[in-house]
């Protein structure tokens, strides 16, 4: 099973139905993707949700990740600081290195900067790319 943290604007795309991205969604709520998370991830999905839909979706998506059995929950006892024009998407980061994920999904331009970091190792994957994948696998 493919571990993944996501960037919040690639959630945002994710759960529209009509989205060429939804699969992601599907994916993660018929468990066969992992969605690593902590509570500041978990915060910023409901804050940005609440401000682009309703706090009761927002809500609920939150609801859905949390019950979710493949869901991995990772408390984070380092932070590694390696984005430094973002700090604020360090949280995505930290917690990918902390559960090892196979990826983090972001289109966002500051992730650029871990393809320059020998160690942690981490691969960011785009929304496309990563969407491209699924399809493989299905």
Known sequence: MRSIVLDTNCLLQA??????YHKIWTEVMAGHISLCVNSDILNEYEEILSQKTTTEIARNVIKTIIRLNTTVFQQVYY????IETDPDDNKFVDCAIAVNA????????????LKHVDWPRLTVIDIQTFTKEIDKDL
Not at 15 to 20: A, E
């Open 15 to 20: 759960l529209p139905t009509q989205s060429p």
């Open 79 to 82: 932070h590694f600081g390696l």
């Open 102 to 113: 196979e990826y983090i999904v972001s289109n966002d331009a500051h992730f650029n900067v």
